[in-house]
């Protein structure tokens, strides 16, 4: 039996309070709005019940959020793509951040299971004076409980991403179980089965100096981790900034994002930051 589950969030500043209705249907929906920095910031946690996301399941994620609200969306677990008979699984989600709005989506990470045929797409359209953080982490397969993407019993496995700023940065990538040239080549995932992206992205152009600020942290941060060798940060446009990683596990690579994650947040709205206790469980 398929799944079919949406998501509407709609997020306003209500005095000094960022506040959230919500509707859904189906096995999606969000736990209590958390304030634990303060009224102006609303912590939101996605829940999916089922606890994964087989074959022929579609999850639809609608997200506003109106001028001046704040909001920091996370999961309280990985997102899991199980094995498929041949239909796909869709994750979407689709942000609207408003002017003088600030969105961080800041999920947990997703696993491919091996033998899974899935999608995961999405889109922020950010008004000129609107503002994000996200990140994505993506791990392939159980390689620690012998359970590899790239297995040759399910060679049909394939996950298909895409991160769409309308405008400033379209990527849509597929990694399919028998691409060993993208998986094992060092111009690839060098071996790897984890990665991971941080972006920050502005609805206008960024001042060079402010860009560059987050990229000298950025690199001065990672060259001290044990990722040093597998990460870069750069801004191909002037929207948006991007740390990249892979690792052979999903702790270090949270530990970088989350560490670096943490000083941008300082550095771009003199915020300090308020890790979600989830990413430490």
Request: with cysteine; glycine share 4%; hydrophobic share 40%.
């Given at each position: 039996m398929s799944w079919l589950g949406q998501l509407n969030l709609d997020y306003r500043r209500d005095g000094e309070r960022t506040i959230a209705l919500d509707r859904h249907t189906g096995p999606l929906r969000v736990l209590q709005r958390l304030y634990p920095e303060g009224p102006g910031v609303c912590h939101h946690v996605l829940v999916h019940p089922p606890g994964g996301i087989v074959g022929g399941d579609v999850l639809q994620v609608d997200a506003h959020l109106a001028c001046g609200s704040h909001a920091l969306i996370t999961t309280p677990g990985a997102t899991r793509f199980y094995r498929s008979a041949g239909e796909e699984a869709q994750q979407t989600l689709h942000a609207r951040v408003?002017?003088?709005?600030?969105?961080?989506?800041?999920?947990?990470?997703?696993?491919?299971?091996?033998?899974?045929?899935?999608?995961?797409?999405?889109?922020?359209d950010l008004a000129p004076r609107a503002e994000m953080f996200g990140w994505d982490v993506l791990a392939l397969g159980l390689p620690a409980a012998g359970e590899p993407f790239d297995d040759p019993a399910h060679p049909h496995g394939r996950y298909t991403q895409e991160i769409d700023l309308p405008g400033v940065w379209l990527e849509r990538g597929t990694v399919t179980a028998t691409d060993q040239l993208l998986l094992d080549s060092p111009l690839g995932w060098a071996g790897h089965r984890v990665t991971g992206t941080l972006w920050f992205a502005s609805g206008t152009p960024l001042p060079r100096a402010r860009r560059e600020a987050l990229l000298d942290?950025?690199?001065?941060?990672?060259?001290?981790?044990?990722?040093?060798?597998?990460?870069?940060?750069?801004?191909?446009?002037?929207?948006?900034?991007?740390l990249r990683a892979l690792a052979p596990r999903v702790e270090p690579l949270m530990d970088l994002l989350v560490t670096v994650w943490s000083q941008w947040r300082t550095l771009a709205w003199d915020l300090a930051p308020c890790p979600s206790r989830l990413w430490r469980t």
């Open positions: 408003d002017d003088d709005s600030r969105l961080e989506w800041l999920p947990l990470e997703t696993i491919a299971y091996r033998g899974c045929v899935a999608s995961n797409r999405m889109r922020f942290a950025a690199r001065a941060l990672s060259a001290d981790h044990a990722l040093s060798a597998t990460c870069g940060s750069t801004s191909t446009h002037e929207q948006v900034v991007v």
